[in-house]
């Protein structure tokens, strides 16, 4: 049976496009209030009074939480990536704009925002740290993970100095807002001591400590329940203040209490992706190989918690460079804290370094995917450790082939179509393969059906689909007969799902556990005497269609369900968990790919076009290949979006976010996705990485994408853009 | 997102609609398609406590065309205008507005009357309005006045509409060498720039041309010296063309924005007023 890399139909679709696919949002439960949170409208300041009478007055108000009134809860993180200090109403002092600075519950949706437009707040300003480019920044202790943010191999200004050619250029990356389709959604309930919190989460167990540190309660006491997500990208890979204040809101009103961001406050308090001001100087031999790379990258953080954009990680392993030098440089501002953004760091370098690298390509007159080939790392030079497996020779041929490369003409600005200018361009992509430890409980009952539970997420990713695939194929039963359950911190713990790493975690655990149900179903036929199968050696077994049987007499066997239908419980249990092993010290390891793309330039406008893409990514095991596209696809249409729309605009004056709803904060719609868009997967068998062979897919499809497009304007146009995104007006 | 209280009214007069809004005032609103009218209300930028709804009055829909005058209804639809085979032949300039304004939700609901009267500084009938030298009839109270469209717009979501006047319509001499072309915001389809061009040829040549242009400034203008430069320009010679194009937006406050800043703005009003002028001598 091979169900593990079937291109199969999403298992939740159905419920999805039918709408009973329930979000937190959604949850109905008895004696519901609405919360509607108010937020400053100052960045830096400190609350001079609050005037809640009004909408204490207003009908179906229940309560108004201020600072004044707000209970007592811990706002600092304690620990783990994705904790964060959090704005809980528990002083007058504003530290961004759009902080939570009031709470109001009501009976409806509708009086609660009314009463929340009725809270009148008064304001002592300060000056606001707003300046990325000249504010006083420092350098953290890591950029990322146990790395440092400071990173020197072989000496850089050395090498630069006796380069035959030198690229040295600054890149910036503006503010992006994830906008997932489903808002951030809590629905909150205390039973006594007990807090029940449906939330759009990509991490159940990470809101769950976060909620009982919060309310200094066990975390045994906080059930996170989280069955689908409409898209996090990372937005909701941490719990929020929302999240908090929504529980904070269900105990003072002693009622179950729903909390909706509206689209604007999306911009607001749920994280973002810094803006980051890069540099980058490559030393080139005249034949294009690399000397010497230096990546400086200045982001901003929050003057109340640090988020560092690793956008140099990848500067230190892409390319075989002898001297590298990567530093990070953060900037407190009074703005919300950043967090990670679908490919944190590698999306918004990889946009500086590709650029750089086809700077280079010019300058040294060479082919841009001629000079990739010739700085080809064949092991990584920065952990001098062999690639657990790289397949980026391939995607680069594999891409170049179907996207038609040959057809370029080497000189900027040398094609056209009609009045139009053409160009195109290449980037390679790299994203690390990340896995966590984590559980998954298979029960198998005597109607042959097996139920799978672990307490991971799906994020819209395909998770339920591949999961249920990996359970079928251990067991031997089709992937119907799998109902697979997860978002739930009473099934077996999961990490959070980011930084790709849910299959590679949550798919080893489900293997194992399927495993060890099937492995003590076999043995329970082959030690009882009513089954045909009594007394023969497990060596001899082989599992098809919910059926053990031997495999050289397949006539003799029994069934799952006759199996079970004799067991006295009338089911079996099994837990399996996986951890990462000893790999991650043999060897380095991360999916690869190349991202191809093609643009039409209206030179009088400055518009861009892009009327064709062409990602090839080498991933490991692909569980499922219409998922797997989808999500490269996806990653892609980021990548386009970064390139040509999302920008967040503060004011500069008022320190003010200017653009927060979906009509002046752009995103991409059908028309701007090119009709010639494809992602093909390279075949890659990784037998190092992990037991099932899988890499991320999920953040990869981004990375180099922009950097692609940037490249394809470049050679359309003769104008090389570095600060995204690519507006017309750069352009003219 | 919610409107402020309101009462709702839909009068079957012009008549009755006037003794309604002689009667509340300033705190009466016409409604005709509700497109402008009710999401600024949700955003609470406007907060009528009377909606006086146009469409029970009789008469004030339809396109005629009668002896080269064409004629329009002010509740008329935008889609009805976009599907008009009569505006296609006598005024492309309208048509291809028609087409181009919003989304089908709003071209269904829309009415050109209320597009009109509504101001918007990127109201795409306006530019069009000016470049055909259209006419507007506006009924009161007491009576029926008769205005240019050069005078009617007078600032950002400013006309010379008094709060107790009723736009009835607008006529226009039929321009089959017309054309209306638009730099649309990517998100809202709003005109960044939009160029009306109604031109009267001798031979290949231009002998008179008007140029409505929408987006730029904080109301429609006429690019008056484009239309004295165009006269005797042949399209077909393009340094000509852009040569008599150049500066259109010169002396106007012209606005900036994220999606396009001044300068921008500028140069592209040049380009698309060139662009406008081709399209109308393709007749
Ligand atoms: C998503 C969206 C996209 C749009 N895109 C465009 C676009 O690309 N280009 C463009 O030009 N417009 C655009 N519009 C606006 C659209 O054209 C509106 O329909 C129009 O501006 C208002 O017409 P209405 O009939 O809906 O008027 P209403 O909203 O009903 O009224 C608008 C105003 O005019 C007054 N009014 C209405 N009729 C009369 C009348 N006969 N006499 C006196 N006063 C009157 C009302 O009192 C009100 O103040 C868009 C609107 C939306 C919602």
């Known amino acids: 049976m091979n169900l593990v890399g079937a291109p199969i139909d999403r298992v939740d679709g159905r419920r999805k496009i039918t709408g009973t696919a329930r979000y937190a949002a959604e949850t109905p439960l008895p004696g519901l209030t609405y919360a509607v949170m108010v937020e400053s409208t100052i960045p830096a300041g400190t609350i001079a009074a609050v005037d809640a009478a009004?909408?204490?007055?207003?009908?179906?108000?229940?309560?108004?939480?201020?600072?004044?009134?707000?209970?007592?809860?811990?706002?600092?993180?304690?620990?783990?990536?994705?904790?964060?200090?959090?704005?809980?109403?528990?002083?007058?002092?504003?530290?961004?704009?759009?902080?939570?600075?009031?709470?109001?519950?009501?009976?409806?949706?509708?009086?609660?925002?009314d009463a929340a437009s009725l809270v009148r707040i008064r304001y002592d300003t300060s000056v606001p740290a707003l300046s990325l480019a000249h504010g006083s920044g420092y350098h953290p202790e890591h950029s990322h993970g146990d790395e440092p943010s400071v990173y020197e191999r072989g000496n850089v200004d050395a090498a630069f100095a006796g380069a035959d050619v030198k690229i040295d250029r600054t890149y910036t990356t503006p503010v992006e807002h994830h906008n997932p389709m489903e808002p951030h959604a809590t629905v909150a309930t205390w039973d006594g001591d007990v807090l029940t919190v449906y939330d759009a989460t990509q991490g159940v167990f990470g809101t769950r400590s976060r909620l009982a540190v919060a309310f200094g309660i066990p975390p045994a006491n906080v059930r996170v329940v989280c069955p689908f997500?409409?898209?996090?990208f990372g937005s909701k890979g941490s719990a929020w203040a929302h999240t908090v204040l929504a529980a904070m809101a269900a105990r003072a009103v002693k009622r179950p209490v729903k909390l909706v961001l509206a689209r604007p406050q999306m911009f607001g308090s749920v994280g973002y992706r810094p803006a980051t001001i890069q540099r980058v100087t490559l030393g080139a031999k005249r034949d294009g190989t690399l000397v010497s790379t230096l990546h400086e990258v200045r982001s901003q953080t929050s003057i109340f918690d640090e988020f560092v954009e690793p956008s140099a990680e990848l500067t230190k392993m892409l390319y075989a460079v002898p001297n590298v030098r990567t530093i990070n440089t953060v900037v407190p501002l009074n703005a919300a804290t950043p967090t990670f953004m679908r490919a944190p760091g590698e999306s918004s370098g990889s946009f500086a370094l590709e650029s750089a690298m086809d700077e280079l390509a010019y300058a040294v007159g060479l082919d841009p995917l001629e000079v990739r080939l010739r700085n080809h790392a064949d092991s990584d030079p920065s952990k001098q450790l062999p690639f657990s497996s790289k397949s980026l020779r391939e995607c680069y041929s594999v891409g170049a082939e179907r996207f038609g490369w040959s057809r370029r003409v080497p000189r900027a600005r040398s094609m056209r179509d009609g009045g139009l200018?053409?160009?195109?361009?290449?980037?390679?992509?790299?994203?690390?393969?990340?896995?966590?430890?984590?559980?998954?409980?298979?029960?198998?009952?005597?109607?042959?059906?097996?139920?799978?539970?672990?307490?991971?997420?799906?994020?819209?990713?395909?998770?339920?689909?591949?999961?249920?695939?990996?359970?079928?194929?251990?067991?031997?039963?089709?992937?119907?007969?799998?109902?697979?359950?997860?978002?739930?911190?009473?099934?077996?713990?999961?990490?959070?799902?980011?930084?790709?790493?849910?299959?590679?975690?949550v798919g080893n655990a489900v293997s194992v556990a399927a495993r060890s149900a099937r492995d003590r179903a076999i043995g329970l036929a082959l030690g009882d005497p009513q089954s045909s199968l009594h007394g023969h050696d497990a060596d001899a077994i082989d599992v098809r269609d919910g059926r053990i049987f031997l495999r050289d007499r397949p006539d003799v066997g029994d069934t799952y369900a006759a199996i079970l239908g004799r067991h006295p419980q009338g089911e079996i249990e099994e837990r399996g968990d996986a951890r990462p092993g000893d790999e991650k010290t043999a060897f380095s390891m991360h999916a690869f790919g190349a991202q191809f793309a093609e643009v039409r330039v209206d030179p009088e406008l400055g518009t861009v076009r892009v009327v064709k893409m062409v990602g090839a990514f080498a991933s490991g095991r692909i569980l499922n290949a219409k998922t797997a596209r989808s999500q490269y696809l996806g990653g892609m249409?980021?990548?386009?979006?970064?390139?040509?729309?999302?920008?967040t605009r503060t004011d500069a004056r008022s320190g003010r976010i200017m653009n927060a709803n979906l009509a002046d904060y752009l995103v991409p719609v059908n028309k701007d996705v090119p009709s010639d868009f494809e992602a093909y997967i390279v075949p890659e068998d990784d037998p190092n990485v992990?037991?099932?062979?899988?890499?991320?897919?999920?953040?990869?499809?981004?990375?180099?994408?922009?950097?692609?497009?940037?490249?394809?304007?470049?050679?359309?146009?003769?104008?090389?853009?570095?600060?995204?995104?690519?507006?017309?007006e750069k352009l003219v | 997102m919610i409107p402020t209280k309101f009462e709702y009214a839909k009068p079957s007069s012009l008549d009755?609609?006037?003794?309604?809004?002689?009667?509340?005032?300033?705190?009466?609103?016409?409604?005709?398609?509700?497109?402008?009218?009710?999401?600024?209300?949700?955003?609470?930028?406007?907060?009528?406590?009377?909606?006086?709804?146009?469409?029970?009055?009789?008469?004030?829909?339809?396109?005629?065309?009668?002896?080269?005058?064409?004629?329009?209804?002010?509740?008329?639809?935008?889609?009805?205008?976009?599907?008009?085979?009569?505006?296609?032949?006598?005024?492309?300039?309208?048509?291809?507005?028609?087409?181009?304004?919003?989304?089908?939700?709003?071209?269904?609901?829309?009415?050109?009357?209320?597009?009109?009267?509504?101001?918007?500084?990127?109201?795409?009938?306006?530019?069009?309005?000016?470049?055909?030298?259209?006419?507007?009839?506006?009924?009161?109270?007491?009576?029926?006045?008769?205005?240019?469209?050069?005078?009617?717009?007078?600032?950002?979501?400013?006309?010379?509409?008094?709060?107790?006047?009723?736009?009835?319509?607008?006529?226009?001499?039929?321009?089959?060498?017309?054309?209306?072309?638009?730099?649309?915001?990517?998100?809202?389809?709003?005109?960044?720039?939009?160029?009306?061009?109604?031109?009267?040829?001798?031979?290949?040549?231009?002998?008179?041309?008007?140029?409505?242009?929408?987006?730029?400034?904080?109301?429609?203008?006429?690019?008056g010296s484009v239309e004295k430069a165009l006269a005797g320009v042949r399209p077909s010679d393009r340094t000509a063309l852009e040569g008599a194009c150049a500066g259109s937006a010169a002396g106007v406050d012209v606005r900036s924005e994220p999606a396009a800043g001044a300068g921008y703005r500028s140069a592209m009003c040049d380009v698309y007023v060139s662009r406008a002028v081709l399209a109308a001598t393709r007749g």
């Open chain 1, 229 to 232: 997500v409409g898209g996090g």
């Open chain 1, 690 to 728: 992990n037991p099932l062979g899988v890499k991320g897919i999920g953040e990869i499809g981004i990375v180099g994408a922009a950097a692609a497009i940037a490249n394809a304007v470049y050679h359309a146009t003769g104008t090389r853009v570095r600060d995204l995104p690519i507006q017309p």
């Open chain 1, 421 to 505: 200018l053409v160009g195109m361009g290449v980037a390679s992509a790299t994203y690390p393969t990340n896995r966590s430890a984590a559980s998954a409980l298979v029960r198998l009952s005597s109607d042959g059906t097996a139920h799978v539970f672990a307490g991971t997420q799906d994020l819209g990713t395909g998770a339920y689909t591949v999961f249920s695939q990996v359970a079928a194929e251990e067991l031997g039963i089709p992937v119907s007969s799998v109902r697979f359950e997860l978002g739930d911190t009473n099934f077996p713990m999961g990490p959070v799902s980011g930084g790709s790493q849910t299959t590679a975690s």
């Open chain 1, 637 to 647: 249409v980021w990548g386009l979006s970064m390139a040509l729309h999302e920008i």
């Open chain 2, 16 to 223: 009755e609609a006037f003794a309604l809004l002689a009667e509340h005032g300033p705190d009466a609103k016409l409604l005709a398609g509700g497109h402008s009218l009710i999401p600024m209300m949700k955003l609470r930028l406007a907060e009528p406590e009377m909606l006086i709804d146009l469409a029970g009055i009789p008469g004030l829909t339809g396109i005629t065309v009668r002896d080269g005058r064409v004629s329009i209804g002010a509740m008329t639809k935008h889609a009805t205008l976009a599907a008009s085979e009569e505006l296609r032949q006598h005024a492309p300039v309208l048509f291809e507005a028609a087409n181009a304004l919003g989304d089908p939700q709003v071209r269904n609901r829309g009415t050109i009357g209320g597009a009109l009267a509504n101001g918007d500084p990127g109201c795409d009938y306006a530019a069009v309005m000016l470049a055909l030298d259209a006419t507007f009839t506006v009924a009161g109270k007491g009576g029926t006045r008769e205005e240019a469209a050069s005078s009617f717009m007078v600032g950002m979501f400013e006309t010379t509409l008094s709060p107790e006047e009723v736009l009835v319509g607008v006529s226009f001499a039929a321009a089959p060498a017309s054309a209306y072309v638009k730099y649309a915001h990517p998100a809202s389809g709003y005109p960044l720039v939009g160029a009306a061009v109604v031109l009267s040829m001798n031979g290949d040549a231009i002998s008179e041309a008007r140029v409505g242009v929408t987006g730029v400034g904080d109301h429609a203008f006429r690019a």
């Open chain 1, 54 to 113: 009004a909408a204490t007055r207003a009908s179906g108000v229940i309560a108004v939480l201020t600072y004044e009134n707000a209970p007592k809860v811990e706002q600092h993180k304690v620990a783990g990536m994705t904790d964060r200090n959090l704005p809980l109403l528990q002083d007058r002092i504003v530290r961004y704009d759009r902080q939570p600075v009031a709470v109001v519950v009501a009976d409806t949706f509708e009086r609660a925002t």
